[in-house]
């Protein structure tokens, strides 16, 4: 049966996320689908990567209006990794050209790309904002030596205040992302760490609390004992450290590991994934989502470069979400920000602990008295637990 064309009430805005996945050092923390030149073998290397990550948005397309889909425009789009600017600027512009030929844009679409303090060049920079990127996120993780060295991070923390002055001369949005409890550092080294990142200048500011994966470089060390796990105790009162100089410097949060200098530069992208909406994951091993349908690909380039070539979409799986999965994940993401969660949206079994985390401070009072869910600080530390007990 043909399909029949979307109405312009069916036809939303798309969200767009590219993975590149190469990196010039593999990190021992990291978890991601990343790869460096010299586990690449078969195809799938860097300098393929963009022609085919432009057929699959051919292939995307394709498959969405063969399944009577169809999108706006364009709202948002993120370069991820990985180091996306481990490839040239002009390749990314391409890539966006490319996107851009096929769906219409809005007029103030946010185009953001992750980069390494060591992966950009003030000419790079300039290269990016002609080309259509908005805003930068850099990977600084650490303003002190020592923690970025159990990091396995490669860049010179004297390199970032350079970096974004280059970027906001560029007529960029600048984004710092930091990481904290990583083994041996101090309350002390957080702190230098957060202030130097806001003597920067920055409008907004992620902050994501280490967590040791198991097939990790980093566990193994765990599991041999030359690393000690990071306390929970000291990982909550670094969070509330973050908080606080936050605060001080003008950014609220609005995300639980997120903070910035009012709305306009909150992080659009990432909003649409917490607000549950459409949007293409392009590249190996991203995934997508329309409308209850999740799809991910083949994690391994060479495996994404072959199916690419034999003119297929590279998916590995796909599932059909459940109206109770759907609402699942409503309760899981709509209470990690700041616009709350409606108390419609909880579970009648679970409503019983609204009330208790009321009482424990958990839930601001002046928002459940308009039927919304919003965390206290205490709240966001306690996250999981809050929504495991809505979801019981």
Known sequence: MRPTSPTPADRPDLAVYIHVPFCAVRCGYCDFNTYTATELGGGGSQAE?????MREMDLTLADDA????????????FFGGGTPTLLPAGELV???????????WADDAEVTTEANPDSVTRASLEELAAGGITRVSFGMQSAVPSVLRTLDRTHDPERVPQVVQWAKDAGLDVSLDLIYGTPGETLADVERSVRAALACGIDHLSAYSLIIEGNTAMARQLRRGEIAEPDPDVMADAYELIDDLAAADGLSWYEVSNWARGERHRSRHNLAYWRGTDWWG??????RHRRGLRAWNVKHPSRYAQRIAAGQ?????EEHTTAEEQRTERVMLGLRIVDGLPVEDVPEQGRAAIELHRERGHLEPAALADGRLVLTRSGRLLADAVVRDLLA
Request: charged residues 15%; glycine residues 8%; positive net charge.
């Open 49 to 53: 990567y963009p022609a085919h990550a």
């Open 66 to 77: 063969a399944h009577g889909v169809a999108y706006e425009r364009v709202s948002t789009v």
């Open 94 to 104: 391409a890539m966006l050209r490319h996107l851009r030929s096929l769906i219409p």
């Open 282 to 287: 392009i590249g190996p091993g991203a995934h």
């Open 313 to 317: 979409l590279p998916r590995q799986d």
